[in-house]
């Protein structure tokens, strides 16, 4: 499974409902770039606007990115940092990924 999919898989699991896509007949597919980075816009937002969870990504030079994850319903809210990815998407993507991976299943 790629981690298109497995973003797709954790945010139905843990209660993601898109406002202006129909989530249930969709799959990632190669096919669809823009209707990909739509979804992920608006899995953003959910988690920043909902569950209060920002992903923040970063150049560093060089062509490497990291991004940093912070829950703000924590005292400590910065829970993840990873550096090293070789594009913004990439970093963007793992940084979802974890952050999904961090709430509750409903």
Sequence with gaps: ???????????K???????????????????EP???YFLLCE???????????????????SGKYYCIIFDNNREDDKIFEQD???SYENSLL?????ALKLIKDI
């Design 84 to 86: 090293g990815h070789t």
């Design 34 to 36: 823009l209707r990909w």
């Design 43 to 61: 899995i953003q937002r959910w988690l920043i606007n909902d569950k209060h969870i920002d992903i923040s990504v970063e150049g560093v030079g």
């Design 1 to 11: 499974m790629g981690i298109k999919t497995d973003i797709i898989r954790l945010a």
């Design 94 to 98: 793992i940084g979802v990924q974890e």
């Design 13 to 31: 699991k843990k209660g993601f409902a898109s406002d202006m896509l129909c989530m249930v007949p969709f799959e990632y597919s190669t096919k």
